[in-house]
């Protein structure tokens, strides 16, 4: 019996319309745009606005696009997970709520939260669904308002982030494609570098914690940069070496959207010219789980049947991996 891969066979991105440019940004704090440039590589981030919007929305947006585009009943969904440091509620899961949304009745959902690291986690936890023999299409979805967590009147974090969602739609095949193989870490100790204060058991939300401004995203820029930097860079090389990959025959390095000097640093690692990076960051901004399914969305209809692509992130807590596969479709087709 050949071996069942779990290949992408279609993907889809959803942003808001408005666009939070580097120039408002800069009359709501002591910013500007050459300072994030320089620094950040951000120039727009787009905000959902809206009473009653949630990540669920955004994500149920990238879901039902995805289902139009590859011509795919709700009914033929066998499993929706759902990824993202920003659900709509503590529970019930993310998957859930966007699953009633589209109408994916016969499978089920749930979601996984490894921050930034968490489309990669979701993607690989779902691939094996599929090479099990049991699941023929699983959804996997990232979705992020990160803006509901982003503390306005701070400038070393308010610049970064953006609101997005983009879902994949996995499947089975028995050719030399999909998801090959992954390198994913983790030190808990990270956590407190990058988290937020209050609003989980083991500080849950009282009058003192919003006074005191703790349900916002709180970083610590140095040891974040330098531990991503690190780290990210180190499990791309680790992959190229293991599956002898070089600068010739690997098509595209997709990495986490946070900070254009974190992702060139990984692509210089990695030996690769720019024209291999797939980067939107100047456009959105880092949107979380949304990141890296958004740039393959971008850079669909350059994608080919068979192309070596290395995914790579960094995520709170501290998360990171890199994973690679032969990509499954030409994307202009």
Same mark, same amino acid.
Request: aromatic share 8%; hydrophobic share 40%; charged share 25%.
């Given at each position: 019996?050949?071996?069942?891969?779990?290949?992408?066979?279609?993907?889809?991105?959803?942003?808001?319309?408005?666009?939070?440019?580097?120039?408002?940004?800069?009359?709501?704090?002591?910013?500007?745009?050459?300072?994030? !440039?320089?620094?950040?590589?951000?120039?727009?981030?787009?905000?959902?606005? /809206?009473?009653?919007? /949630?990540?669920?929305?955004?994500?149920?947006?990238? @879901?039902?696009?995805?289902?139009?585009?590859?011509?795919?009943?709700?009914?033929?969904?066998?499993?929706?997970?759902?990824?993202? +440091?920003?659900?709509?509620?503590?529970?019930? &899961?993310?998957?859930?709520?966007?699953?009633?949304? @589209?109408?994916?009745?016969?499978?089920?959902?749930?979601?996984?939260?490894?921050?930034?690291?968490?489309?990669?986690?979701?993607?690989?936890?779902?691939?094996?669904? @599929?090479?099990?023999?049991?699941?023929?299409? *699983?959804? *996997? *979805?990232?979705?992020?308002? !990160?803006?509901?967590?982003?503390?306005?009147?701070?400038?070393?974090?308010?610049?970064?982030? /953006?609101?997005? &969602?983009?879902?994949?739609?996995?499947?089975?095949?028995?050719?030399?494609?999909?998801?090959?193989?992954?390198?994913?870490?983790?030190?808990?100790?990270?956590?407190? =570098?990058?988290?937020?204060? +209050?609003? #989980?058991?083991?500080?849950?939300?009282? =009058?003192?914690?919003?006074?005191?401004?703790? =349900?916002?995203?709180?970083?610590?820029?140095?040891?974040?940069?330098?531990? +991503?930097?690190?780290?990210?860079?180190?499990?791309?090389?680790?992959?190229?070496?293991? =599956?002898?990959?070089?600068?010739?025959?690997? +098509?595209?390095?997709?990495?986490?959207?946070?900070?254009?000097?974190?992702?060139?640093?990984? &692509?210089?690692?990695? /030996?690769?010219?720019?024209?291999?990076? !797939?980067?939107?960051?100047?456009?959105?901004?880092?949107?979380?789980?949304?990141?890296?399914?958004?740039?393959?969305?971008?850079?669909?209809?350059?994608?080919?049947?068979?192309?070596?692509?290395?995914?790579?992130?960094?995520? #709170?807590?501290?998360?990171?991996?890199?994973?690679?596969?032969?990509?499954?479709?030409?994307?202009? &087709?």
């Amino acid at each position: 019996m050949s071996k069942i891969n779990a290949v992408i066979t279609g993907v889809q991105g959803w942003v808001p319309e408005y666009r939070l440019t580097n120039d408002e940004l800069s009359t709501m704090v002591d910013t500007s745009d050459e300072w994030i !440039m320089q620094r950040i590589g951000i120039r727009e981030r787009r905000i959902l606005k /809206g009473k009653g919007k /949630g990540s669920a929305y955004m994500g149920a947006r990238a @879901v039902k696009g995805l289902l139009e585009k590859t011509n795919t009943s709700p009914d033929e969904i066998d499993l929706i997970i759902g990824t993202g +440091a920003t659900p709509d509620m503590m529970f019930p &899961a993310n998957a859930n709520i966007i699953a009633d949304m @589209v109408g994916i009745k016969n499978g089920f959902g749930f979601d996984i939260n490894a921050a930034c690291s968490g489309f990669l986690y979701t993607l690989q936890t779902a691939a094996q669904f @599929v090479e099990s023999g049991r699941y023929k299409k *699983v959804i *996997v *979805v990232g979705a992020d308002k !990160m803006s509901a967590i982003t503390d306005y009147t701070d400038r070393t974090t308010c610049p970064l982030f /953006g609101d997005a &969602a983009a879902a994949v739609l996995l499947e089975p095949t028995e050719e030399d494609l999909g998801i090959i193989d992954h390198i994913f870490g983790v030190d808990g100790s990270g956590r407190h =570098h990058l988290h937020m204060k +209050a609003g #989980g058991s083991l500080k849950p939300a009282t =009058h003192e914690t919003v006074d005191a401004r703790e =349900h916002f995203i709180y970083q610590e820029g140095q040891a974040v940069f330098k531990f +991503a930097v690190t780290k990210m860079a180190d499990v791309s090389v680790e992959m190229m070496e293991k =599956h002898q990959l070089t600068s010739e025959n690997l +098509a595209w390095l997709v990495p986490h959207q946070a900070n254009m000097r974190i992702i060139e640093a990984t &692509a210089r690692r990695m /030996g690769l010219p720019k024209e291999k990076v !797939m980067i939107n960051i100047q456009r959105y901004g880092n949107t979380t789980t949304a990141t890296i399914p958004m740039c393959l969305w971008e850079w669909e209809d350059q994608l080919k049947k068979g192309d070596n692509v290395i995914l790579a992130a960094f995520g #709170g807590g501290f998360t990171w991996g890199s994973l690679y596969m032969k990509w499954g479709y030409d994307g202009k &087709a």
